[in-house]
């Protein structure tokens, strides 16, 4: 299990104090695949950078197994992919860059090579075994980051936006394997500003926002939850709208209104608020996972102004 448990982090300047990280704690269990989302300047790096070792927080901890940071298992447990070009030697070849990564986590020069082969031929890169890093198209080398992340088996794995960039078919490739290690019971942490990605991979979504984690939910109890509470209203003519207190768009036709209520019970009150405009239909509508990140960081975000 990957724990993080209470992490701090804050920065200081002359002038400037910035808690970047307030009270952080969420889990991954194995086979688990954990969206951690979080706009722009929410905590989301530093956390990921916390649990990779590379920030050291004020106070907290990050355990995976039972081992913290600093202990010579701790990095055996954990695969990560946070830089395309992160731990990779530009001059070796593909297939040295991978034995090398497994052999320094503690397997053995056979079980490595081994493991490469596998890992080269799953991802399309068998024939580029011998290239040097430096000389791959941008794709190849995020499957090769990819596979460097998980060359030595690790039984948890974080991946940082791991398809972004990707072509069509090389994102499908990566994605099948994320699914494929989550079915063999490995618990991965996955990051992603592409929400159609994490609603297909995840199991459970977490959000940060302002430094705190304000969402910790497995994704199909989230799912369901805002499906009780999210209504497309459309109008029989273009309408100006009052003030409502609910999450809620207009498009630009005026003509169709989506709304999200804090409890079903709220649609009487929403009906009261839209008289006299006429309405055409009301209808309970699916709602997707970016819409449910909007509505928690929206509100977060009101708060604080």
Known sequence: MLIVDSVKKTYRSLRNVVHVLEEVSFQVQAGEVV??????GSGKTTTIRTICGLVIPDAGSVRINGFRFGQQEYMAQLGALIDTNRGLFPRLSVFENL?????????????AAERAKYLLDLLGLWEKRNAPAQTLSKGMLSKMAFANAIVHDPPFVLLDEPTLGLDVDAAEVLEEQILAMAKAGKGILLTTHQMEVAARLCTRVAILSDGKIVLDK????????????????????????????????LDETGLV?????????????LMDRLRPRPLRSIEKREVELAEIFR??????EARRA
């Open 99 to 111: 034995v090398y990564t497994s052999t320094v986590r503690g397997m053995s020069r056979r079980a």
């Open 35 to 40: 969206a951690l989302l979080g706009r722009n």
């Open 218 to 249: 497995p994704k199909q109890d989230l799912l369901q939850m805002f499906d009780l509470q999210t209504y497309r209203v459309t109008f029989k003519e273009p309408v100006s709208l009052p003030s409502l207190p609910f999450i809620h768009s």
């Open 257 to 269: 209104l989506d709304v999200t209520l804090n409890h079903p019970g709220e649609l009487y009150e």
């Open 295 to 300: 509505a928690y960081t929206l509100k977060k």
